[in-house]
């Protein structure tokens, strides 16, 4: 006998149950991570909506966890009622020396994310500077795209002003491209170059495509250059251009596409360009 006030479950088959087998979901984000950024609860609470049987995607149960969905394309249901999915939001901020990228801080110092508009969703950095880092963070709510962004497997090249105490040699910048030795593996530059040379430090551009924690500064510290000052200028295609320190900005419709293109989860403009105009030509030789 049902108790007052008690949900009712919707029927699951042994076949309905598990994940969804809907096209785009392998590349698609976690569907308690969907729920969460959608309001319906925490990351845990969301969990346990799914494991007790809860949650539909396109009309089947989903019961487990780290299910992947395409919250763009698939229906998303808990207890019968649809999800609805925020607005996807992205935000370019010049972070100062002094603030943090976590979302939350304990120490109470000033976060990244405080520094954009308010928004009822929840929003996350791509990727992390440390503390007394400088320079481009980016800020959304799109999943997909951060893990992308931030996965080394994807290939974004980071890009990085970086002064350092010295005066490296070709040699030096040779270790740097090789591969230097971490506690946690190899850490290498894709690029690097010498922007400028001081009496007594120099100032070097760097490109990775990995995030190791404090990757730059141990890399130049196992080989003898204290970093003395870091700046990021691009991720990706995009770039911090002259926006000044503190400030933000939304990226363009462009600049979204261009990065969404770099990480794979669209065709470059160009591309789609040059198919077009390769159709138009063979079409004008037929006739």
């Known amino acids: 006998m049902k ?3 008690q949900r009712r479950k919707p029927s699951v088959s042994k076949a309905e149950k598990g994940s969804p087998k809907s096209e785009g979901t392998d590349r698609g984000e976690r569907l308690q991570k969907v729920l969460a ?3 319906v609860g925490s990351r845990r609470q969301c969990e346990e909506l799914i494991t007790t049987g809860r949650v539909e995607v396109d009309g089947k149960v989903v019961t487990k966890l780290g299910t992947k969905v395409d919250p763009t394309r698939q229906k998303i249901r808990v207890d019968g009622v649809p999800v609805k999915q925020p607005r996807r939001v992205y935000y370019m901020v010049n972070k100062p020396d002094g603030v943090v990228c976590t979302t939350r801080d304990p120490s109470g110092r000033p976060r990244v994310i405080d520094m ?3 928004d009822r969703h ?3 950095t791509i990727g992390r500077l440390d503390l007394h880092s400088e320079g481009l963070i ?4 799109d999943g997909e795209l951060t893990q992308r962004l931030t996965h080394p497997r994807f290939g974004v090249p980071k890009t990085y002003v970086v002064q350092v105490a010295g ?3 070709r040699e030096v910048l040779a270790k740097l491209k090789r591969g230097i030795h971490l506690a946690e ?3 290498r530059a894709s690029r690097v170059r010498v922007r400028k040379r001081h009496k007594q430090s120099t100032i070097l551009e760097l490109e990775l495509c990995e995030g190791k924690n404090r990757e730059i500064r141990r890399m130049l510290a196992r080989i003898g250059h204290k970093v003395m000052r870091l700046k990021r200028i691009a991720v990706g295609p995009v770039r911090l251009g002259r926006l000044a320190v503190g400030h933000w900005r939304p990226l363009s419709a462009e600049e979204i596409a261009a990065l969404r293109a770099a990480a794979g989860l669209t065709r ?3 591309q789609k360009s040059d198919k077009k105009t390769t159709a138009s030509q063979s079409s004008k030789k037929r006739s």
């Open 167 to 169: 005066t490296p040699d």
């Open 3 to 5: 108790k007052a006030g």
């Open 185 to 187: 593996g190899v850490a």
């Open 138 to 141: 980016l800020v959304t709510n």
């Open 268 to 270: 470059p403009q160009n």
């Open 122 to 124: 929840r929003l996350y």
């Open 37 to 39: 950024a959608a309001g």
């Open 116 to 118: 954009v508009p308010a």
